[in-house]
């Protein structure tokens, strides 16, 4: 490669049994230095119902949301978006109850959602 050039890796993750699945690589350049990766991945049964997180890696749990200014009367959306990775329909519901806690608390709405 060329110095500042750029090279994707495509690495396939398919398994034949349910479970989790961890693979430690280490990626090298010839009598140079190299870089390890961490990849996870679990396998979920065909007929099983899930939801994730996007658009990131299936895999991941937590979303950070964006700062936003202390007294911004105008602060800005921002969306976590869900995916059904899964073969079949699923149905979900969202617990509403510690952000209505939340805003009691606060005597404002400080966060508020939409489905």
């Given at each position: 490669m060329?110095p ?13 049994h349910?479970?989790e699945h961890?693979?430690s690589?280490?990626l090298?350049?010839?009598d140079?230095?190299?870089v390890?990766?961490?990849?996870e991945?679990?396998?979920v049964a ?8 996007g658009?990131?890696p299936a895999?991941c749990t ?6 936003v200014?202390v007294g911004?009367q105008e602060?800005?959306?921002q ?7 899964s073969a079949?329909d ?10 209505r806690?939340?805003n009691?608390a606060?005597?404002?709405d400080l966060?508020?959602?939409s489905?």
């Amino acid at each position: 490669m060329l110095p500042g050039q750029r090279q994707p890796v495509r690495i396939l993750y398919r398994h034949d049994h349910v479970g989790e699945h961890a693979l430690s690589a280490l990626l090298t350049v010839k009598d140079g230095k190299g870089v390890r990766v961490e990849l996870e991945g679990r396998t979920v049964a065909l007929e099983a119902k899930c939801l994730s997180l996007g658009p990131g890696p299936a895999a991941c749990t937590v979303h950070t949301l964006a700062p936003v200014l202390v007294g911004d009367q105008e602060s800005p959306a921002q969306a976590i978006e869900l995916r059904n990775p899964s073969a079949t329909d699923v149905r979900y519901t969202v617990d509403e109850a510690p952000v209505r806690a939340l805003n009691a608390a606060a005597r404002t709405d400080l966060v508020s959602f939409s489905a």
